[in-house]
């Protein structure tokens, strides 16, 4: 069997695969290492959550350029971005590239749920027959890759050694340069505002229909509970108005404003994002005491959870400290919202 059996993809499949390269261990397929129009578009459609779920590609063994015996060997995840992102840091380099199989999940969550691991790095080594290609017994990976992998495992199991590589991509030819070993700079994690706003995107377009839905069932209820008449609620502008700038808060303003939030805790910085929202609301709508505090809880409850669930994109926490951090607010943003919609109901009674 072939490496490109085992890649399972034909050399005419994708646009970036330009050929073949022949090996001991059977023909590999050469990708392309300049991106095109068509990856920069599979990037940007991902940004907004179109087709995201499509963006994989199979595991096995790549190449790019003219490796031989002597070219290094790296390892990514089969989330396309991943991959499109290492290919295109290799240009003008002979490499190998082992993709694994993490359900098409990017390096750094895939290594947090333990699909870029252990198990999986030593099975893709053997399924492809490396050992058969390269002669340097070593394989590179990403820095951000490293809680999945134990590599003394990878070394027993298969005379592997582990390099981790810096975390960003781009400084892969410069610490390939330099004999695989990283600077300091190069092992910084770097999340500036252009990195925090990376994410926003696809989340506005997931938190689009609940939002929509959210202000249908608000107008519903001030309509039953002032008149029984469906969509007859005059409050509508209110209910439109608060929602919407609670979605844009909690999508856009906590991640924004993440450094200079107060606290430690994503749900914490979420809430004071949404208080200070709700206040705004209170006075822009000139609503009564009553609907202006429900308003504030409602919008403090909304924003703390849009701020928690953006923990999975940043690398200012671990899978445990989401954890943790889960069972400590959930029920407190129950309650805070719980506590708010009665006071607002209460006051679409009157």
């Given at each position: 069997m072939s490496c490109c059996s085992r890649t399972e993809i034909p050399a005419t499949t994708h646009r970036w695969i330009t050929g073949q390269v022949p090996t001991p261990a059977g023909d590999v397929p050469r990708v392309a290492a300049r991106l095109t129009r068509h990856d920069r578009l599979d990037a940007w459609a991902a940004?907004?959550?179109?087709?995201?779920?499509?963006?994989?590609?199979?595991p096995g063994l790549y190449a790019v350029g003219s490796p031989t015996a002597e070219s290094p060997l790296l390892a990514t995840a089969n989330y396309k971005l991943s991959f499109d992102a290492l290919r295109s840091a290799l240009d003008g380099l002979d490499a190998w590239i082992l993709v694994l199989d993490?359900?098409?999940?990017?390096?750094w969550c895939a290594a947090g749920k333990g699909t870029f691991g252990t198990e999986e790095l030593v099975d893709r080594l053997k399924a492809t027959g490396v050992d058969r290609i390269i002669r340097q017994k070593t394989v590179i990976l990403p820095q951000l890759g490293a809680p999945g992998v134990a590599a003394h495992d990878v070394k027993q199991q298969t005379g592997f050694q582990v390099i981790y590589g810096p975390v960003y991509a781009r400084d892969i030819p410069q610490f390939l340069q330099d004999g695989m070993?990283?600077?300091?700079?190069m092992r910084r994690v770097t999340f500036n505002l252009r990195q925090r706003l990376t994410v926003v995107p696809v989340e506005l377009v997931q938190r689009f229909i609940p939002a929509c839905l959210v202000i249908i069932a608000g107008i519903l209820i001030s309509s039953f509970a002032s008149s029984g008449v469906p969509f007859a609620s005059t409050k509508w502008p209110v209910i439109a108005g608060v929602v919407g700038m609670n979605y844009l808060a909690g999508i856009m303003a906590t991640p924004a404003l993440l450094p200079w939030l107060p606290g430690r805790s994503f749900a914490l910085k979420g809430a004071e994002t949404g208080l200070v929202t709700g206040l705004i609301l209170w006075a822009v709508f000139s609503v009564a005491k009553l609907e202006g505090i429900a308003i504030a809880l409602l919008s403090t409850a909304a924003c703390s959870y849009l701020g928690l669930m953006f923990t999975g994109s940043t690398p200012y926490t671990s899978a445990s400290g989401v954890r943790y951090e889960l069972r400590r607010a959930i029920p407190l943003q129950i309650l805070a919202a719980g506590t708010g919609l009665v006071l607002w109901i209460t006051t679409q009674l009157r």
């Open positions: 940004r907004w959550g179109i087709g995201r779920n499509r963006l994989r590609i199979n993490t359900n098409g999940i990017n390096v070993k990283a600077s300091a700079a």
